[in-house]
């Protein structure tokens, strides 16, 4: 895969119609670089807007060391970013890099991508007239949503040790019989979407009541020690939508991370989540993460429950190809 060094004169970055990406999958290439100049005006607009709205709902519901990523990555309310300034702030953090691509990256390298610090990032945007509908992920969502997180050496940790994870998770296929390697590979795929969806996707955690922290003042004191619930999962952090919903709603059912659970649970993305799990800390969520791994060697997601999301070819054969 290579680099794209040439762009198409259409300013426009949106996702769906954005000629330099449909040119970059034309050629096969998958990471990119992010043509800075093709983001038309309505794309920052849409940035602007985007930002505005979630500001304080980030003040309200967020955990605090998102506050703290917001801050430390001096992430702008007024326009794109740039992954190359992302990049400065992170490498010292955490060592984390946003990596631009151009499209949907097959599981086992996704996860192969976190286990060397490295995360793929959309570069399109969404349509200004659909600001709460993603047809795939955009960049206000990979860059608003997961790289705050990512400036937190515990929480990068985490997702380096889940790209270590699919890598046991390869290698053990490799060992089975042809006759059950297709099955159990495509049942242990799913045990991992599924722990990802409600952890680094749709996770919440445990905070100190009244413990919100907010832009720019995020080292005042907290009391009481008694505890709510926040979010740390990227996929409420940038919904507007749905941040408030997962925590204040009735209609969500919030239930303590239980591996067993998470691993036998389906979801879908067409509409706000009725079920979510909160973790105490992200010590718990590492422990967590290292028990998925046990879990993968021990044979315990060789059959998980049926259901979304679906493994297609790309993802199963991701894995299959890396074992």
């Given at each position: 895969m290579t680099i794209t060094e040439t762009a198409p004169a259409s300013n426009d970055l949106t996702t769906t119609r954005?000629?330099?990406?449909?040119?970059?999958?034309?050629?096969?290439?998958?990471?990119i670089h992010q043509p800075y100049e093709l983001y038309s005006e309505e794309n920052h607009e849409t940035w602007r807007r985007l930002y505005a709205a979630l500001v304080p709902q980030w003040q309200r519901f967020a955990h605090p060391r998102f506050i703290e990523g917001l801050n430390n990555l001096a992430l702008t309310s007024e326009r794109v970013p740039r992954l190359e300034e992302i990049n400065e702030f992170l490498e010292p953090l955490s060592a984390f890099e946003s990596k631009a691509v151009s499209g949907y990256v097959p599981a086992y390298l996704f996860?192969?991508?976190?286990r060397q610090r490295e995360f793929p990032t959309t570069i399109t945007i969404r349509d200004a007239r659909s600001l709460d509908y993603l047809p795939e992920p955009d960049i206000f969502h990979d860059l608003a949503g997961h790289v705050p997180m990512h400036t937190d050496r515990t929480f990068s940790d985490i997702l380096v040790r889940f790209g270590e994870v699919a890598a046991t998770a390869a290698k053990m296929s490799r060992d089975l019989d042809s006759s059950r390697r297709t099955k159990v590979t495509s049942s242990v795929i799913k045990a991992m979407a599924r722990f990802f969806w409600f952890t680094v996707e749709f996770g919440l955690m445990k905070r100190p009541k009244g413990g919100a922290a907010r832009l720019e003042t995020v080292d005042e004191p907290v009391a009481p020690a008694d505890t709510e619930l926040c979010v740390y999962g990227s996929g409420l952090l940038s919904s507007r939508e749905e941040i408030e919903y997962s925590i204040v709603s009735d209609e969500v059912q919030r239930y303590p991370f239980r591996?067993?659970?998470?691993?036998?649970?389906?979801?879908?993305?067409?509409?706000?989540?009725?079920?979510l799990f909160y973790v105490d800390d992200f010590d718990h969520l590492f422990a967590e993460v290292e028990r998925l791994?046990?879990?993968?060697?021990?044979?315990r997601l060789d059959n998980v429950a049926p259901g979304e999301p679906l493994v297609n070819e790309q993802d199963l054969q991701s894995f299959l190809d890396a074992g």
């Amino acid at each position: 895969m290579t680099i794209t060094e040439t762009a198409p004169a259409s300013n426009d970055l949106t996702t769906t119609r954005a000629p330099f990406i449909e040119e970059a999958k034309g050629r096969g290439d998958l990471f990119i670089h992010q043509p800075y100049e093709l983001y038309s005006e309505e794309n920052h607009e849409t940035w602007r807007r985007l930002y505005a709205a979630l500001v304080p709902q980030w003040q309200r519901f967020a955990h605090p060391r998102f506050i703290e990523g917001l801050n430390n990555l001096a992430l702008t309310s007024e326009r794109v970013p740039r992954l190359e300034e992302i990049n400065e702030f992170l490498e010292p953090l955490s060592a984390f890099e946003s990596k631009a691509v151009s499209g949907y990256v097959p599981a086992y390298l996704f996860f192969d991508c976190l286990r060397q610090r490295e995360f793929p990032t959309t570069i399109t945007i969404r349509d200004a007239r659909s600001l709460d509908y993603l047809p795939e992920p955009d960049i206000f969502h990979d860059l608003a949503g997961h790289v705050p997180m990512h400036t937190d050496r515990t929480f990068s940790d985490i997702l380096v040790r889940f790209g270590e994870v699919a890598a046991t998770a390869a290698k053990m296929s490799r060992d089975l019989d042809s006759s059950r390697r297709t099955k159990v590979t495509s049942s242990v795929i799913k045990a991992m979407a599924r722990f990802f969806w409600f952890t680094v996707e749709f996770g919440l955690m445990k905070r100190p009541k009244g413990g919100a922290a907010r832009l720019e003042t995020v080292d005042e004191p907290v009391a009481p020690a008694d505890t709510e619930l926040c979010v740390y999962g990227s996929g409420l952090l940038s919904s507007r939508e749905e941040i408030e919903y997962s925590i204040v709603s009735d209609e969500v059912q919030r239930y303590p991370f239980r591996l067993e659970w998470v691993a036998n649970q389906y979801f879908e993305i067409d509409h706000v989540q009725p079920l979510l799990f909160y973790v105490d800390d992200f010590d718990h969520l590492f422990a967590e993460v290292e028990r998925l791994e046990e879990w993968v060697l021990s044979g315990r997601l060789d059959n998980v429950a049926p259901g979304e999301p679906l493994v297609n070819e790309q993802d199963l054969q991701s894995f299959l190809d890396a074992g």
